[in-house]
T-cell receptor, first 114, second 112 residues
Framework: DADVTQTPRNRITKTGKRIMLECSQT?????MYWYRQDPGLGLRLIYY???????NKGEISDGYSVSRQAQAKFSLSLESAIPNQTALYFC?????????????FGPGTRLTVL | QKEVEQDPGPLSVPEGAIVSLNCTYS??????FMWYRQYSRKGPELLMY????GNKEDGRFTAQVDKSSKYISLFIRDSQPSDSATYLC????????????FGPGTRLSVLP
């Protein structure tokens, strides 16, 4: 997990607030992903990026935006947080050059929207 | 019907037991199958990766894929308290990370 770091680890915010979750990696991977995890639903993809100039929506991108500031940094923003965005958020990376697209996850950010 | 289904548990077993964890899926195009282990307050980590049908063994862990039944399993032999975690299955039609579909996870407790 130390190769993929996420800040903050925990965050409590109020409805309507803008919030940014940050992800940094030292693995040198090109691909980065943002997921959210909810009980009973598994991990669901929010956004992914294959390089700094490539940003793609995932399964559940509504209400979220992202920024790939550098190869190693990928941020997730909630423009106006709402309670049903309360979840565990994970950043992940993978290496385009490998045979298997193994994803390496960060430790997660627990977000609570009141 | 969810694309990938997994019994959420919790599953409690005594130390040394053989554990069987399972997932069923509905998309017959899935060819890549993975098992992730997630400890409390940690991110998932890849445990096993299997392409198409068959078995794969790695130490105490064996992954099985039965594409005809759309059913995958993870067996843990001689289970240890350190195996206590949530186990997520994941699968995809192509080897592209953005297409992985994750199961909700099964919580396992191995009691000393």
């Amino acid at each position: 997990d130390a190769d993929v770091t996420q800040t903050p680890r925990n965050r409590i915010t109020k409805t309507g607030k803008r919030i940014m979750l940050e992800c940094s990696q030292t693995k040198g991977h090109d691909r980065m992903y943002w997921y959210r995890q909810d009980p009973g639903l598994g991990l669901r993809l929010i956004y992914y990026s294959f390089d700094v100039k490539d940003i793609n929506k995932g399964e559940i991108s509504d209400g979220y935006s992202v920024s790939r500031q550098a190869q190693a940094k990928f941020s997730l923003s909630l423009e106006s947080a709402i309670p049903n965005q309360t979840a565990l958020y994970f950043c992940a990376t993978s290496d385009a050059g490998q045979i298997t697209d193994t994803q390496y996850f960060g430790p997660g950010t627990r977000l609570t929207v009141l | 019907q969810k694309e990938v289904e997994q019994d959420p548990g919790p599953l409690s077993v005594p130390e040394g037991a053989i554990v069987s964890l399972n997932c069923t899926y509905s998309n017959s195009a899935f060819q890549y199958f993975m098992w992730y282990r997630q400890y409390s307050r940690k991110g998932p980590e890849l445990l096993m990766y299997t392409y198409s049908s068959g078995n794969k063994e790695d130490g105490r862990f064996t992954a099985q894929v039965d594409k005809s039944s759309k059913y995958i399993s993870l067996f843990i032999r001689d289970s240890q308290p350190s195996d206590s975690a949530t186990y997520l299955c994941a699968m995809s039609a192509g080897n592209y990370g953005q297409n992985f579909v994750f199961g909700p996870g099964t919580r396992l407790s191995v009691l000393p």
